[in-house]
């Protein structure tokens, strides 16, 4: 068991290269950190850095590779697609295929369009929701992340002094640059409150074209939706004429074949997948009924992208969902029972030194949480937990070789072994016993 990291030279040495030529040194703010991790090499549930060191791996590209790093079926069907051609700008069987396998598997998947990445589907939702409805406004939620773009990069993880009431949330920008006015159509709630939103719909309902959220709120904790809570959405968006739209981009494939809305029981107008629809190859979903849909298929909601169904991509997402669908039985038992195993595992320590810990989610994805609270249900619950013993937490896994989410986020994968899990649970006690 690796329990103490090897050197960084390497690593001190990209990462200066780096910010010569690259922003910051990193492509994504996600991977800011004091020493950021430059990967070598990286298979199954396990990766390498550029100076040796092993990690048991539980970020997984940020959840995307739910069959393992370098899984054989990603690779050997992004192999022989690249030597029939890499982009077209024309159709090809293979977007018929997956985005069949997608209206079987998704329970709201009636049509199909492709993009890239999750902020592209999750903005062609909001963009149809609007036209199709002839709506202005967007309501979303406190704590829900919907993408980096302009129209909803409001409200994620803002500041208390600046987010107000916290059953009246002020909107508040995630950037400088954000246009003025940003965000004059969205409405911005609690989660986890049904009667903010009757209140909200009862008032301006026939202004509200679609209410957004993660129904496994996976970008702010993990959090559960309280009993009803998805239910009582569905009703009162179909009672006002809003739609009701899904951002599954991490719990899509991930929690269940069908995602969150099949796991939870609910079935909304859109969805947004991505991620783990393709094992890391980079691809998305819009998903929805035939009339919604239809404002696209008919030309009146523009959507559009050079990449879109990129072949290459298109593959990869073949391979991966008719792995999880014909062998889903043999896939989603195990991975959730590893994810509780781990959970109970991490409890168990954390109990033991006094530490008071929090895990919740259904096991393929879980947040571990420092706080005294008896449950997180919200932004405000999440805000409240200790994060700076949480940094600690995490920072004393990573030195013993062990990678999460650093905001107390785990993905599991489909390769994880018992041995690895045995290992973190006892590397998460001596850190525990040391908080």
Not at 385 to 390: E, G, L, V
Request: charged share 20%.
């Amino acid at each position: 068991m690796q329990t103490v990291a090897r050197g960084h030279e390497q690593t001190d040495r990209l990462y200066d290269r780096a910010k010569r030529v690259i922003a910051g040194g990193v492509s994504s703010d996600a991977r800011r950190a004091d020493q950021p991790l430059f990967v070598d090499h990286a298979r199954g549930a396990e990766l390498w850095d550029v100076d040796g060191n092993r990690y048991v791996d539980y970020v997984l590209g940020q959840g995307p590779n739910l069959l393992g790093h370098a899984s054989p079926i990603v690779a050997e069907a992004v192999s022989a697609q690249v030597s029939r051609g890499v982009a077209y700008a024309a159709q090809h069987e293979l977007e018929a295929i997956v985005a069949e396998r997608l209206c079987r598997m998704v329970p709201s998947a009636e049509l199909v369009r492709f993009n890239s990445v999750g902020s592209e589907a999750v903005h062609g939702a909001l963009r149809l929701a609007r036209g199709h409805t002839g709506r202005p406004k967007i309501v979303k939620f406190e704590g829900n992340y919907h993408g980096w773009l302009d129209p909803v990069l409001y409200s994620v993880h803002p500041d208390l002094a600046l987010a107000g009431d916290a059953r009246h949330p002020a909107a508040v920008g995630g950037t400088a640059g954000q246009p003025r006015g940003g965000a004059d159509d969205l409405i911005v709630l609690p989660f986890n409150d049904l009667a903010a939103v009757s209140a909200v719909l009862e008032d301006c309902g026939d202004e509200i074209a679609a209410v957004i959220l993660e129904p496994l709120l996976c970008n702010t904790g993990c959090i559960t939706p309280a009993p009803g809570y998805l239910e009582g959405l569905r009703e009162l968006t179909s009672r006002y004429g809003a739609l009701l739209i899904f951002d599954e981009i991490i719990s899509g494939f991930r929690v269940a074949p069908g995602g969150a809305q099949e796991l939870l029981g609910v079935v909304p107008d859109l969805s947004a997948f991505g991620k783990a629809m393709a094992g890391g190859m980079q691809v998305s979903a819009l998903v929805g009924s035939h009339e919604v849909m239809g404002s696209i298929a008919n030309g009146t909601v523009a959507h559009a992208g050079t990449f879109n169904s990129h072949p290459v991509a298109m593959a990869a997402a073949d391979a991966v969902l008719r792995h999880l669908d014909e062998n889903r039985d043999a896939v989603y038992p195990p991975l959730v029972a590893a994810g509780q195993r781990l959970m109970a595992g991490l409890l168990d320590s954390a109990q033991r030194h006094g530490v008071p810990m929090l895990v919740d989610g259904p096991g393929p994805v879980f947040q571990s949480y420092i706080t005294d609270q008896p449950a997180v249900t919200d932004y405000r619950s999440f805000a409240a937990c200790d994060r700076p013993a949480m940094a600690k937490f995490h920072a004393g896994l990573f030195a013993a070789g062990i990678n999460i989410v650093p905001r107390g986020l785990w993905f599991l994968s489909t390769e994880h072994t018992d041995e690895q899990l045995d290992e973190t649970i006892a590397v998460a006690d001596s850190v525990l016993a040391s908080l």
